[in-house]
Every structure is written in C-alpha cells, then in structure tokens.
C-alpha cells in the first residue's frame, strides 16, 4: 500500500507548504483538492476556506503538479466537486486530471431528498454511463465516493451502481471514516464485494456524543486513532486482500492541529500498516 494525503486537511497551508510538510512527514502522494482558494483575510477552515485547494484552471494544476515532481511526490487524484448529472465538469475534470498526470477524480452520486430512491438511482446510472464514456476517451478514470447522505452511503450500495461499468473507467473510493456516521458493513465483506471496483481509500475517525441530558447521539471528527472506526484492523483486511493503492488520510479532527496530525498520522499508520516508502 502507499500512504498519502488529502490536502483538505491542511486548511492552513498553502499547496508549496503542504508538499514539504507532507515529504517530510514520509507521505508518498497528495491527493489535491481542486477548488478557489480563499483570499488570505479569510479565516481557513476544512470546507469553505480551504488554503490547500488547487483552483480548477490548467495552469494551478499544472503548477501544483511541478511541485510534486520536485519533492518526488506522485499526485494520487484530483478532489473535484462534480455532482450527479454535470458530465461538463467530469470532462474539464478529466482534462485538469490529464494536465498534471492524475489517474482520477472524485465524483458524487445524488444527494437523498424527497425523490424516491429509484429515481435518484436511475439518474447515477445514466451519469455514470456518461463518465464511463468519458473515461474511455481520455484514460482518467471516475470515482464515487462512499458518502453519508448520498444514495451510495455504503459498499453494497456503490457497488450497486458501478458494477454495471467497466473498472478501468469506473470506481469507489471507500471512505471508512463516512461509514462511521453511515453505511458500516463489515469492512473484510466490503472489500469482497467492491472487487476490482475498489480504487482509493480514505481513512478518519468519528464517534457519537451524547447531550447531557440524554437524546440523539451525535457525531463529531476524531482523531485517526480515537473513535469508531479501528483503523488497524482496516489496514490489515486491506493487506489481506492484496489492496496495493493509496491509502489518503482525510482527518477533520481538530485536536491537533494540522501540521501534527498530519506527522502524528503518517507515523501512526505506518506502525499498524505495511506502506511502501
């Protein structure tokens, strides 16, 4: 396996900075979150105002991608924001990918609103039928990312839907950490089913909080190795299953801040998992 980083978690950081933070912490890629970097007046947070973010032009990825290539870094993929039925921004996605060398980029199925499931479903299809068609024209593969709140919260459910395209064109990036808020299944059967579907993973923690007086527990961002998810135990059914891709580290936990969390990461998974160097 090779250990990387989503640079979302390192809101603070500009992408100069996080390549050398992340090469001196032992990473092996990065994978780039592709989106307008705020201005340095704003307050940067994970989500919104994120420093560490590519902007989505030929020229910011191609610079983002000579930053790695100095610090011997492979890009892992590209972090785009593509929603269900958008197959312009999954074609200039696949050509930012094909500018600076990424195998892939991130995509979303439909969101779960008032629609009945069926509908929502038949629209992922017919998407995804559409990047399949994308992918085979321009060598960058499309992958559904595991998410709560999606129609696709859990393996079974993304493989679901993807096993109906072409692997080579077509994926899932299984998100261990959103399974802790939805769509657990046991993570050994999980790999079993998503097969050769299975592309990227990414690794965080959550756990449940309950209110003082009682009530609906709810979940907050942990750090790697203090919550729900035992990470150790992912690692070793992903050695198992001869899983030989990237492990990203997507940690929205702010008990440390970035910088340690991110060393604090790398060392810690390395210890539990058989990562290349």
Same mark, same amino acid.
């Given at each position: 396996?090779?250990?990387?980083?989503?640079?979302?978690?390192?809101?603070?950081?500009?992408?100069?900075?996080?390549?050398?933070?992340?090469?001196?912490?032992?990473?092996?890629?990065?994978?780039?979150?592709?989106?307008?970097?705020?201005?340095?007046?704003?307050?940067?947070?994970?989500?919104?105002?994120?420093?560490?973010?590519?902007?989505?032009?030929? @020229?910011? #990825? %191609?610079?983002?991608? !000579? +930053?790695?290539? /100095?610090?011997?870094?492979?890009? =892992?993929? &590209?972090? *785009?924001?593509?929603?269900?039925?958008?197959? @312009?921004? #999954? %074609?200039?996605?696949? !050509? +930012?990918?094909? /500018?600076?060398?990424?195998?892939? =980029?991130? &995509?979303? *199925?439909?969101?779960?609103?008032?629609?009945?499931?069926?509908?929502?479903?038949?629209? !992922?299809?017919?998407?995804?039928?559409?990047?399949?068609?994308?992918?085979?024209? *321009?060598?960058?593969?499309?992958?559904?990312?595991?998410?709560?709140?999606?129609?696709?919260?859990?393996?079974?459910?993304?493989?679901?839907?993807?096993?109906?395209?072409?692997?080579?064109?077509?994926?899932?990036?299984?998100?261990?950490?959103?399974?802790?808020?939805?769509?657990?299944?046991?993570?050994?059967?999980?790999?079993?089913?998503?097969?050769?579907?299975?592309?990227?993973?990414?690794?965080?923690?959550?756990?449940?909080?309950?209110?003082?007086?009682?009530?609906?527990?709810?979940?907050?961002?942990?750090?790697?190795?203090?919550?729900?998810?035992?990470?150790?135990?992912?690692?070793?059914?992903?050695?198992?299953?001869?899983?030989?891709?990237?492990?990203?580290?997507?940690?929205?936990?702010?008990?440390?801040?970035?910088?340690?969390?991110?060393?604090?990461?790398?060392?810690?998974?390395?210890?539990?998992?058989?990562?290349?160097?």
């Amino acid at each position: 396996m090779k250990l990387g980083v989503y640079s979302i978690c390192l809101p603070d950081l500009t992408p100069e900075q996080a390549v050398n933070e992340a090469k001196a912490a032992t990473y092996s890629g990065i994978e780039w979150r592709i989106g307008t970097p705020p201005s340095d007046a704003e307050v940067p947070d994970f989500f919104t105002n994120n420093r560490c973010s590519v902007a989505p032009t030929h @020229d910011a #990825v %191609a610079r983002a991608a !000579a +930053l790695c290539e /100095a610090a011997q870094l492979d890009i =892992i993929g &590209l972090g *785009t924001y593509v929603d269900t039925g958008d197959l @312009d921004g #999954v %074609a200039h996605g696949m !050509a +930012l990918a094909r /500018a600076c060398g990424a195998p892939w =980029i991130r &995509l979303r *199925t439909p969101w779960r609103n008032d629609e009945p499931f069926s509908d929502l479903f038949a629209r !992922a299809v017919e998407f995804f039928s559409g990047v399949e068609r994308l992918s085979r024209r *321009t060598g960058v593969r499309g992958l559904l990312e595991i998410h709560q709140r999606s129609i696709a919260p859990s393996a079974s459910l993304a493989e679901r839907l993807v096993s109906r395209f072409d692997p080579d064109c077509v994926g899932v990036i299984y998100d261990a950490g959103n399974l802790v808020l939805e769509g657990y299944e046991d993570h050994r059967m999980a790999v079993e089913l998503l097969g050769p579907h299975l592309a990227h993973v990414h690794v965080k923690n959550a756990a449940f909080t309950r209110p003082d007086r009682g009530g609906v527990w709810r979940p907050r961002w942990t750090p790697i190795d203090d919550g729900v998810l035992d990470v150790p135990a992912l690692l070793r059914v992903l050695a198992d299953a001869d899983y030989d891709g990237w492990v990203s580290v997507e940690d929205f936990s702010t008990d440390r801040a970035p910088v340690e969390a991110l060393r604090y990461n790398a060392e810690f998974l390395r210890r539990h998992g058989d990562f290349a160097h």
